[in-house]
């Protein structure tokens, strides 16, 4: 027999930073939230670095216990790996995200502000405003007034939105492990070499706790597979002196949308956010700062069709308004991906150590530019 669909103010699927701090916002202003998780427990299957950038910060109050020391200084370096390019801040500029108990304490604060939390908790699919859900119960029809899609690069809340969907993707990997305090100076350590990494990085940041080792790149040009490109990177990791890997580690991936913000999020039945809306820098790629700033517009259209009863309030949820603060992020991404030769990124190396290459590379990896701020209701 089947049971009859279940009534909810908004469902959010996906309970990442994106998801959890959209449904914290419309509870905390008396909403029936629904938050639905496929993953058993949030602490399982971390897929990003976790790396946070001053201006996140400076604006959002992290729990600083989940946080790691401060990061000052990036070092850049060609395929070679001699003669880096180190940039130092006078600024904290970084610091990553312990995510396992991020994630938890974000939780937490979610079901104290009303979100009723679902985890084990699969999104089936959508017909007409009723949605399906498969947990640990069994299946569960749930008809929303609005649904938030959080889930991720490869949504299905946006397919069965007719919402776009991320068609530029990057995959990544990563090893974390703790190492000895004071070993290092805490670090990010990015190594351009397109047969390592093609079309983007590889990385080593450490910051005297722990840690992480990756690569990422466009899934097609990688020769012999994405993890044989992180144990080959693991084997001559700069930043990593003194420190021995153990034979435990804990291993992250995924894929990694870098094609800007999606323009069209948002319709009448509901919207994404985080890497379902493609909120992700497009030559960075990073996604945590995009991710809340987005979240918080996300909740305000919502909390006001919801108090209006006017699900044209969901009008001013409009990505392709906000890609256009990506232009030039995008044309840095297209000029990163047609770097395909250790020759060709050893030549940019030579600009980056004049003055005005220095100089440019300061403002992409310590300016204050953030995810624009759409305008307020």
């Known amino acids: 027999m089947t049971r009859d669909a279940e009534l909810v103010d908004v469902l959010v ?13 419309l509870a905390r202003g008396g909403h029936d939230v629904l938050l639905a998780e496929r993953r058993p427990a949030l602490t399982g299957a971390v897929r990003t670095t976790g ?36 940039l130092d801040s006078d600024r904290d500029e970084y610091r990553v995200g312990d995510m396992g108990p991020l994630y938890a ?56 939105l007719a ?58 040009r990688f020769p012999e597979g994405l993890r044989r490109a992180v144990a080959r990177f693991g084997a001559t990791a700069p930043g990593l002196a003194g420190v021995q890997r153990p034979a435990e580690v804990e291993r992250r991936g995924g894929p990694i949308p870098v094609g800007g913000l999606l323009r069209r999020i948002g319709c009448p039945r509901g919207l994404l956010v985080g890497d379902a809306a493609g909120a992700v820098s497009p030559l960075t790629a990073g996604g945590l ?11 305000e259209v919502l909390d006001e069709a919801l108090r209006s009863g006017r699900a044209a309030a969901l009008d001013r949820y409009d990505g392709a308004a906000l890609r256009t603060s990506f232009r030039g992020r995008l044309a840095l991404r297209h000029g990163l991906a047609q770097v395909r030769t250790p020759a060709v990124a050893t030549a940019a190396f030579a600009l980056l150590r004049t003055p005005v290459g220095r100089a440019a590379a300061r403002r992409v990896l310590f300016g204050d530019r953030s995810f624009p701020s759409p305008a307020r209701s």
């Open 105 to 160: 304490a974000s939780a937490r604060a979610a079901v104290r502000a009303g979100v009723r939390m679902e985890l084990g908790t699969r999104y089936v699919g959508r017909r007409a405003d009723v949605y399906a859900l498969e947990g640990p119960a069994g299946p569960r029809r749930i008809r929303a007034r609005y649904v938030v899609g959080a889930d991720g690069a490869r949504s299905g809340v946006a397919r069965d």
């Open 163 to 220: 919402l776009d969907r991320n068609d530029h993707l990057l995959v990544g990997a990563e090893e974390v492990f703790a190492v000895p305090a004071g070993t290092e100076v805490p670090a990010f350590h990015c190594v351009l070499d397109p047969s390592l990494a093609p079309g983007y990085l590889a990385w080593v940041v450490n910051d005297g706790q722990h840690a992480h080792v990756g690569v990422a790149g466009y899934p097609r």
């Open 51 to 86: 790396i946070f950038v001053r201006k996140t910060l400076d604006d959002f109050p992290l729990p600083p216990d989940c946080l790691g020391p401060a990061i000052r200084r990036v070092v850049l370096y060609p395929p070679s790996l001699r003669r880096p390019v180190t």
């Open 13 to 25: 699927v996906g309970a990442g930073l994106a998801g959890l701090h959209t449904a914290t916002l």
């Open 289 to 299: 700062d995009p991710c809340l700033r987005l979240s918080e517009h996300a909740a």
